[in-house]
């Protein structure tokens, strides 16, 4: 024994730390094992939930039903009661346009709103979509398609397997192919996990309104999102004035401000049903306010650069080269600050088609590299 632990100690090695030592480290193991498992079998959960549409169908009810909730009552409660209120020292006229002016707020953010939901950003199989054009009119492949396509294949890491040239643009941007959809697809279309469909030029799927934002609905985006900042920041300012002068002193405890004591004191009588609806308007109110002025600014932001929020967050490598003026009118079409007026799709088109992308310049693997992120935006 003691033979044992002196030739231990003179190869510096203490068998007893060192059993622990092995015990230790099988632990840590089997916890990054057990970790690992774990992460694994939620993911796959998560993949499953999201697979399945539920998530994004609930958040699509929900959303729907909260703007079918708020834009009524909103309306109601501010030409009767806050309009009054709040310009009750200024003449009747001041009142009327003021009213007006909410209508017409109302007005516009509900006409935007139902656009975004009814374009269809999808990028679908038709007789209307141009088809991937990779022959000449004699039928052979022109030169430059053969340049690429060898060019493609000289590098097998940025080789996509799919990624065909369309050859009707001068750039010559890559198409890729969606292996959801059966198809290919122009640049700058990504496939949606919640929608189950490609989306031209996609931006990203926004659960607030329910659908995935693309070419043909982003300018009625942008456009609700400056409607919800400025509904959610002055109308916020003006309910929480009615809040402060008229439902604050009839409030028993400040309490009462707080959503579940709300609903439960108006149950029990002790606020007004009113009262109640113009707290909920609050919340809702700050809620909208917040999120309209991050997506107006940063859609801005990225419009003005001729990016999509899915190209900025993925670190697409695209270049753009076209004006600030340029990059506008092909999100808004001409005339651009019109659209802040009244949605002006009749008259003004949209300067691009959403397929063939004049002055961009992008990797040409690049639909396949975030596809396989496996992540969603
Ligand atoms: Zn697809
Ligand atoms: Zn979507």
Known sequence: MFQRIKSARLNNVNPVSNKRKNENQSQEFDIRKIWENENDKWRAVYDRHIKSGLPAKLAQILMRGLMMFQAPTQIYVFTFYVVPYIFEDYDSWVNYYMKVLCWFVLLNGLANWFCVILYSPAYRKSKDNPFLQISNHTGALPDRFEARCEQAASNQNQLNGHCIYDMTSKEGLPWNYCEDCSMHVPPRAHHCKFCKLCILKRDHHCFMVGNCIGFKNQRYFIILAFYAMITGLVGG?????????????????????????????????????????MIIHQYLETAFGFIGSAYFTSQIAITANGK?????????????RNTFNRNMKSVFGDFWLLNFLFPM????????????WDGIKIDHNANKQWKDDGEIL
Do not use: M
Not at 262 to 268: M, P, Q, R, S
Not at 308 to 320: G, M, Q, R, S
Not at 345 to 356: A, C, E, K, S, V
């Open 237 to 277: 300012y003006f309910n929480y004035r009615y809040i402060q002068g008229v439902i604050w002193p009839q409030l028993n405890s400040w309490s009462d401000l707080f959503f579940p004591l709300t609903i439960f004191n108006t149950i029990f009588g002790d606020i007004k049903g009113l009262h109640c609806l």
């Open 308 to 320: 999509t929020l899915f190209e900025v967050a993925k670190n697409v490598p695209i270049t753009n």
């Open 345 to 356: 799709t009749l008259i003004f088109r949209q300067r691009d088609d959403g397929i063939h």
